[in-house]
């Protein structure tokens, strides 16, 4: 799934033993260069550790993780 929050963009990979990515916009470019493309994503250009400002791995409490992160860009669940 790709996510965008507006300040930062989530990639989510919900395969068994994956993580969420999380990009801020201005490096998103550099993921995805068109979101609306007809062309597929390939997972090696959308997980990019060296761009993303963090990654939670799917183990016991990434919830709560990917929770804190994304309040330090404003967004909490309503």
């Not at 919900?14 to 609306?36: G, H, M, P, T």
């Not at 493309?37 to 400002?53: D, E, G, N």
Request: net charge positive; charged share 20%; proline share 4%.
């Amino acid at each position: 799934f790709l996510l965008d929050f507006d300040s930062v963009v989530v990639i989510e990979f919900s395969q068994k033993n994956n993580a969420c990515y999380i990009y801020e916009k201005r490096a998103l470019d550099r993921v995805v260069s068109d979101f609306w493309a007809a062309q597929p994503f390939t997972i090696p250009r959308l997980k990019q550790k060296s761009l993303c400002v963090e990654s939670v791995s799917h183990i016991a409490g990434w919830q709560q993780k990917m929770a804190g992160i994304l309040a330090r860009y404003g967004i909490r669940p309503v």
